[in-house]
């Protein structure tokens, strides 16, 4: 049927359907779904005739794409599934490299469907916004009911997989230019750790079988960057990486610096008192006002405590001290602490606790921190660990292969920083029709 035909019948549509509602057939959700199915076949049909209207890049049958020689091979037709529930055929021109293995496919690049699968751009979009926020089974679930048609837990699976191959991560490609340029009158940088299970590999052993593996808890650590203009925050990154510590530092500074930090007028580190963190503040933030974070340190503070053979006069200190490290008075606290060593139930644990206490006083000057605004506990970045992490990765009886693990986080981060959807559009390549060399 041809799309002016079906346009034609939505009037005898409208009708239809109200007949239907006044005689209590049907109510307003039958009403719109119905409509749905009706706008989806319409726009199958606006998909395909907007594809055979457009033109091919060229025809010539040789090519430099990039600076590598392509000849014409063959026509064939370019087939995917749309927005609309319909599948697309379109016939195009395709070329084969001569001194590599693979093709180049002019039109595809024209359209952006070269970074997609078996679908269009925006259909594939869909499905890796929803894979890398919920569940694989329950977002085709969701996706399917939003849009009226049927998309397997599968497709969506290999769909958010894929673009976490293809996605880009390194800061200096994704974080806008004008950032790095910008003023800024403060940065905060926060970072923090926690765990997700991975299917412990195992040599040899693939397929169903290797899913019966142990389970390993990995470490993801987790970092934001604040840029603050007046108070307020102007623009936000959060980066997330399994893997060591020493290359998530790379990134993290790698993310400061697209952020502007050679700009900032105050840069401020904080984090929870663990010595790499540190380490990682010194080689990529350096000169940071570095900040303890006032929580790990009041459970540090209740650990102490719980170490005391009279409980009551556990809970009397901390009551006692909580308010003193929020004042700065952490000299006072540790000296307190170590005069109170012997009314504990272990000497060597309480050293444990005056000893990170004292490592990190210089950390802690609560009081001057909250007179001039300053945060004092990481709850944006553990709030993002529970979010970026926790919220996809760590759901009932999930357990992740670590590659798929690593490909799905960073579709998360790309939707997360928002710069997922850019990634479908076109992005052609430059070709020319004469050998480089001559044409130079």
């Given at each position: 049927?041809?799309?002016?035909?079906?346009?034609?019948?939505?009037?005898?549509?409208?009708?239809?359907?109200?007949?239907?509602?006044?005689?209590?057939?049907?109510?307003?959700?039958?009403?719109?779904?119905?409509?749905?199915?009706?706008i989806n076949r319409i726009g199958d049909l606006m998909v395909q005739e907007v594809l055979e209207g457009i033109s091919e890049p060229f025809t010539e049958n040789r090519v430099w794409v990039e600076g590598e020689e392509a000849v014409f091979d063959q026509v064939r037709t370019l087939r995917f599934g749309n927005r609309f529930g319909g599948v697309t055929e379109r016939k195009r021109r395709c070329y084969k490299y001569l001194r590599r293995k693979g093709g180049y496919y002019p039109l595809d690049e024209k359209l952006g469907v070269q970074k997609c699968g078996k679908f269009s751009p925006f259909l594939t979009f869909l499905q890796v916004l929803f894979g890398s926020t919920r569940p694989f089974e329950e977002s085709a679930e969701l996706l399917s009911k939003a849009l009226g048609f049927s998309i397997s837990s599968t497709a969506l699976q290999w769909n958010t997989e894929h673009a976490g191959e293809q996605l880009e991560d390194d800061p200096y490609r994704v974080i806008e230019e004008s950032w790095r340029m910008k003023?800024?009158?403060?940065?905060?940088?926060?970072?923090?750790?926690?765990?997700?299970?991975?299917?412990?590999?195992?040599?040899?052993?693939?397929?169903?079988?290797?899913?019966?593996a142990p389970t390993e808890?990995?470490?993801?650590?987790?970092?934001?960057?604040?840029?603050?203009?007046?108070?307020?925050?102007?623009?936000?990154?959060?980066?997330?990486?399994?893997?060591?510590?020493?290359?998530f530092g790379v990134h993290l500074g790698r993310t400061g610096l697209a952020m502007g930090v050679e700009k900032a007028k105050r840069l401020v580190f904080l984090s929870d008192g663990l010595r790499a963190n540190w380490q990682i503040c010194l080689d990529h933030?350096?000169?940071?006002?570095?900040?303890?974070?006032?929580?790990?340190?009041?459970e540090r503070l209740g650990e102490f405590c719980g170490l005391y053979k009279n409980p009551?006069?556990?809970?009397?200190?901390?009551?006692?001290?909580?308010?003193m490290f929020l004042d700065g008075e952490a000299l006072q606290v540790?000296?307190?602490?170590?005069?109170?060593?012997?009314?504990?139930?272990?000497?060597?644990?309480?050293?444990?606790?005056?000893?990170?206490?004292?490592?990190?006083?210089?950390?802690?000057?609560?009081h001057q921190y909250r007179e001039e605004n300053?945060?004092?506990?990481?709850?944006?970045?553990?709030?993002?660990?529970?979010?970026?992490?926790?919220?996809?990765?760590?759901?009932?009886?999930?357990?992740?292969?670590?590659?798929?693990?690593?490909?799905?986080?960073?579709?998360?981060?790309?939707?997360?920083?928002?710069?997922?959807?850019?990634?479908?559009?076109?992005?052609?390549?430059?070709?020319?029709?004469?050998?480089?060399?001559?044409?130079?």
């Open positions: 049927m041809e799309l002016q035909e079906f346009v034609a019948q939505s009037s005898e549509i409208v009708n239809e359907l109200s007949r239907a509602i006044e005689k209590r057939q049907i109510g307003l959700k039958e009403v719109e779904e119905r409509i749905l199915q009706f003023g800024c009158e403060e940065m905060i940088v926060q970072m923090d750790s926690t765990t997700s299970p991975q299917i412990q590999p195992i040599e040899g052993v693939t397929g169903r079988e290797s899913l019966r808890w990995k470490m993801c650590h987790v970092g934001t960057v604040q840029r603050l203009q007046g108070g307020k925050v102007a623009k936000e990154w959060t980066v997330a990486r399994y893997g060591i510590m020493e290359s933030f350096p000169g940071a006002l570095q900040i303890l974070d006032f929580y790990h340190a009041s009551e006069k556990g809970q009397q200190r901390y009551e006692q001290w909580y308010p540790i000296a307190e602490m170590k005069g109170d060593l012997k009314e504990l139930s272990s000497k060597d644990e309480g050293w444990k606790h005056i000893n990170y206490f004292s490592t990190n006083t210089d950390r802690m000057h609560y300053l945060p004092i506990g990481s709850g944006k970045v553990e709030g993002s660990c529970k979010y970026v992490v926790g919220k996809r990765f760590k759901g009932s009886g999930m357990r992740w292969k670590k590659a798929d693990n690593q490909k799905v986080l960073r579709a998360r981060m790309a939707k997360i920083n928002g710069y997922l959807e850019s990634h479908y559009q076109p992005t052609p390549r430059d070709y020319t029709f004469q050998h480089p060399q001559k044409a130079a």
